[in-house]
């Protein structure tokens, strides 16, 4: 291990990328804790122990606890992502978007600009909904979690979080530009990756406290093994189709070379839970500002102690993961650059009948896919409630963990590899998804 770790450093240009990707995540780290003007922070503390649960709680696992003391960073990378998710989603509906697309690096560039302003405008939003509702919050001992309110509270609460989340989009591009893996993703992994020792803190506590038996606790960590070890299977798992091309010699003569078309297992990666997530969290996030009946009950069927919410949580996933599935892979565009490149699927024609063995194909890659996400998103929470385990385990915080972590070490390992060292693995390589 130290002998692995030593060559890791002797190779200059990635010692120089973990060292930048370290100190932007200090200072990530460092302004997770500078708190926005006006906020009582131990009131603020108090009103979020009891929102695990709903979409406030969601979205303060992202930003590693920063939403939940309000800080600068309070809002996360999260609008950047909202963001570049509308805008992938409107390439299809609007022309526009979809021929900026297809221009290689200028559309890109576009795009991204576009994607900038979009985030802008949704932190506004959002921060301006925040400082709006934190004005009619208390305490559980009932004192007011915002000193100040009125407009000028509104607007100062609005710009902070917007500039926060506009400094963290620039800190992720510079993480994407100097740093190991895709700048945004490391982000949300560190924020979760933040929230660990807390909750390794809370769960001795308990343990020494009699409120966790020890059981209970060894059964849940196997569980998490388990949960662990079925996420990094299937994230590191493809469909290959072979495809063939035939390459004339310069004396007549034709040689064929096969290569491979990887399909992911999961295609469409941890995107259909945060949509699933994000729209089932409403209700409880709803009856914490309001207490009619109704509001209430509708909160309960979509809470984890009714059955209900896990039907539908599943029936969410499977759906976002086709239509997400269905934005990012366009089986006729994939068929028509394989025979434009000269390559054909054996036992397959060129055009219609590639495109439609590669939709059948990835149709039913899809459909495991959406399983293995549903599983994720619902067995944790079933554990929870099972066993009464008094800390929050979340799948889609596992998925993104390991996500992530695959990702930098394939970075690091074809670093080695390219510089004449042995790899992580003597035998196959580790193939991280990228960006979420």
């Known amino acids: 291990m130290f002998r692995k770790i030593e060559e890791i450093f002797s190779i200059a240009e990635l010692r120089k990328r973990i060292l930048w990707t370290l100190f932007f995540l200090f200072v990530y780290r460092v302004g997770a804790h500078v708190p926005t003007p006006g906020i009582d922070g131990e009131a603020l503390s108090q009103f979020f122990a009891q929102q695990s649960g709903n979409l406030l709680g969601f979205f303060d696992m992202f930003t590693g606890g920063a939403l939940s003391k309000l800080t600068v960073f309070g809002l996360g990378v999260m609008p950047y992502i909202s963001a570049s998710i509308i805008l992938e989603l409107m390439t299809v509906a609007v022309p526009h978007l979809a021929e900026l697309k297809k221009r290689g690096q200028e559309g890109r560039d576009k795009i991204t600009r576009y994607t900038r302003y979009g985030t802008v405008l949704i932190s506004m939003i959002q921060g301006l909904g925040i400082a709006i509702g934190l004005e009619g919050m208390t305490s559980p001992g009932g004192a007011p979690v915002v000193m100040f309110p009125g407009m000028g509270f509104r607007l100062l609460t609005a710009l902070t979080l917007t500039t926060g989340t506009i400094f963290l989009m620039w800190l992720g591009e510079k993480i994407t530009e100097k740093g190991l893996g895709n700048g945004m993703s490391v982000l949300i992994f560190a924020g979760i990756i933040a929230g660990f020792p807390s909750a390794v803190s809370r769960s001795v506590t308990l343990l020494k406290s009699g409120e966790l038996q020890l059981i ?90 009714h059955v209900f919410y896990y039907v539908v949580t599943v029936g969410f996933i499977v759906f976002f993961t086709y239509f997400y599935t269905s934005i990012i892979f ?42 293995y996400l549903g599983a994720v998103a619902i067995l944790p929470q079933l554990i929870i409630h099972s066993f009464s385990v008094p800390f929050y385990f979340g799948g889609t915080s596992v998925l993104i963990v390991i996500g992530v972590g695959m990702d930098m070490i394939s970075k690091i390992e074809a670093s080695l590899v390219t510089n004449n060292y042995d790899g992580f693995l003597k035998k196959g390589r580790i193939k991280g998804r990228g960006g979420y």
Do not use: C
């Not at 064929?256 to 990887?262: E, F, K, M």
């Open 330 to 371: 366009n089986p006729d565009d994939i068929a028509d650059n394989i025979n434009k490149s000269g390559g054909v699927i054996p036992g397959k024609r060129p055009g219609a009948e590639t495109a439609k063995f590669i939709d059948f194909t990835l149709s039913r890659l899809t459909f495991v896919g959406a399983i």
């Open 216 to 305: 209970i606790l060894i059964i849940v960590l196997g569980l998490i093994f388990l949960v662990t070890a079925a996420i990094v299977f299937m994230e590191t798992s493809h469909r290959r189709i072979p495809i063939q091309y035939v390459r004339k010699g310069g004396s007549g003569s034709s040689a064929a070379t096969t290569s491979y078309l990887p399909l992911r297992l999961n295609p469409a990666g941890v995107i259909p839970i945060i949509f699933a997530m994000s729209i089932l969290a409403f209700p409880s996030t709803m009856a914490t500002f309001s207490q009619d009946p109704l509001v209430q009950k509708i909160s309960y069927w979509f809470s984890p102690s």
